[in-house]
C-alpha cells in the first residue's frame, strides 16, 4: 500500500527563488498544454460539425505528442522528470474529466502549489534533502519515513514549504476476528456521535481558529482591491486556514486511530459531498468538518490493522427509526421520538444506530484478507493519500 510522509522544509533565500522558479514554470507547462488540449477539441468540434475529416479520423493530441514538443528556455532549466510531470497532471485532468469530474481549469498562482520528482533527482541524507536543479534544503525529520520512496513532491503553503514522500510499504494484513462494530454519525451540531451514545465536540482551539477566521475575512473583503493592503490581508486569511487544516487533520488522525484501536468493523455513512455543497446553508459545516478526511484516515488506518471499514447507503438516515419506521424531523428537532416503537433519544444518537444496523452482518469470522478487499473495493478518491 502507498503511505505518504509530509516534511517541512527551509529552504534559504536562493533556493526558495529557485523553488518559485520551477514552481512557475510547471504552471506555465501546465496552462500552455491545456490551452493547446483545447484548441484540438475546438478544431475536432469544427470538423466534426463541418464533417471534415482530413485524415479519415479526428486527431486528439495526447501526453506523449505534448512532451515531443520543444521545450522553451525556462523548461529546459527543469529537471526533465518534473517538467513530464507537469504535463502528466494535464493528462490525468483529462481522465479525470473524462470520469465525470469537472472540466480542466487553468491554475492561478495560489492555486498550482505543487511540483513532482516522479522518479529521480532527489535524496535524503541526515538533514538535507537534495533537490536537483535546487539544492541541498534543510529538512526536519520529525517521524522516521517508512517502506521505499516512489515519488517526492514540493508543496508551497503560503509563505511555508513541504515536502511529501509518497512510499510503497509491503506490509502482510494479519488475519483478525472481527468482533466489535460500531456505526459513526457526522452531524452538524456535534461533531461525531458513535451507536452507543458517545459524542465528540470538535476541540475549542480550533472553533476559536474558526471564530478568528471569519474575522480576518470581513477585514480583507473592506480592503480595496489591487491595493497592497489587500494582499497583506489574504496572506494573513491564507495563514489561518492553514492553521485551521493541521488543527483539523490533527483531530481526525487522533480521532481515526481511537476508532481503529477501539472496534474492529467502523460504519460509515457514504457522504455525498457534491450534492452537500449545493446546499449552501451546510456548506460551511461541511468543508469545515472535512468528514471525508476523517473517513479515509479511518480507511487507511483500519487497513493496516486488517480491519473493517464500510461505508453505508445515506439515504434518510436521519429520519428513520431503527424499529424501520420513517420519522421525518427538519434540522431544528434535536430529539427523535418515535410513534412506532415509543423511542426517544437524541436524533444523532439515532442515525448512527440506524447507520449501523445498515452494514451488512458480518459480524463474525471475516478474515483480514477480506477485509483487505473491503476497504480497496472502496469507492476511488477524489484526491491523493492522506499525509500520517
Ligand atoms: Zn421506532
Known sequence: MRKSFQYRIYPNRKQEVALEKTLTTCRYTYNNA???????????????????????????????DQVKTPKTEYQEELHSQVYQNALKRVEKSFQNFFKGAGYPRFQGRNRYNSFTYP???????????????????KIILHREIQGKIKTCTIKKDVDQWYVSFSCQIDIPIVPIEIKTKIGIDVGL???????????????KYLRASE???????IHLSKKKKGSK??????????????????????????????????????VFEKLQIINMLKNHCLAKSI?????????????????????????????????TCICGHHVPKTLSVRVHNCPSCGLVLDRDHVSAMVIENRSKNSTAGIAGIQARQRTLNREPMKREAPDF
Open 229 to 266: 493592503n489587500r494582499n497583506n490581508q489574504r496572506i494573513k486569511v491564507a495563514r489561518v486556514h492553514r492553521r485551521i487544516k493541521y488543527q483539523r487533520k490533527d483531530f481526525n488522525q487522533k480521532l481515526s486511530t481511537n476508532l481503529v484501536t477501539k472496534y474492529d468493523h467502523v
Open 211 to 217: 471564530k478568528r477566521l471569519a474575522r480576518e475575512q
Open 34 to 64: 491545456l490551452t493547446e488540449r483545447k484548441r484540438n477539441a475546438d478544431i475536432n468540434r469544427l470538423e466534426k460539425s463541418f464533417d471534415v475529416f482530413p485524415w479519415g479520423y479526428q486527431d486528439w493530441i495526447n501526453y506523449y
Open 119 to 137: 522518479q529521480a533527482g532527489y535524496s535524503i541524507k541526515d538533514d538535507k534533502l537534495t533537490l536537483s536543479k535546487i539544492g541541498s534544503v
Open 189 to 203: 451540531k456535534s461533531l461525531v456521535t458513535f451507536s452507543n451514545g458517545q459524542q465528540i465536540e470538535p476541540p
Open 287 to 319: 468543508v469545515d468538518a472535512s468528514w471525508s478526511q476523517l473517513i479515509n484516515l479511518t480507511i487507511y488506518k483500519a487497513e493496516y490493522a486488517g480491519k473493517i471499514v464500510e461505508l453505508v447507503n445515506p439515504n434518510g438516515t436521519s429520519q
